[in-house]
């Protein structure tokens, strides 16, 4: 069960890095037009997508993927207490 929530962790992380690494891809526009550019559009702009639709940009800066990278690091923490609470309750 241990491992199981390691890899759920994990999972998160790697998500966490390619929200990152598609946000800095922003800057760069003939990044974002490479296959890595577009799989990571297809992979991380649904989720960023619904914080754009709450937060507007303010001036040149889009502060929706803070928030994304914020929540998401919250829901990870969530999931990992309630999986050890499940492994305590039934070791």
Not at 56 to 61: A, N, S, T, V, Y
Request: charged letters at 10%; hydrophobic letters at 60%.
């Amino acid at each position: 069960m241990l491992s199981f929530i390691s890899v759920i962790s994990i999972a998160f992380s790697i998500y966490s890095f390619m929200l990152i690494a598609y946000i800095l891809m922003s800057w760069v526009p003939a990044a974002q037009e490479s296959s890595i550019g577009r799989l990571l559009a297809k992979l991380c702009e649904p989720y960023l997508g619904f914080f754009r639709k709450f937060i507007p940009p303010i001036g040149m800066i889009d502060f929706s993927p803070i928030i994304g990278i914020l929540l998401l690091n919250f829901i990870e923490r969530g999931v990992t207490i309630v999986l050890l609470n499940i492994y305590r309750m039934i070791a």
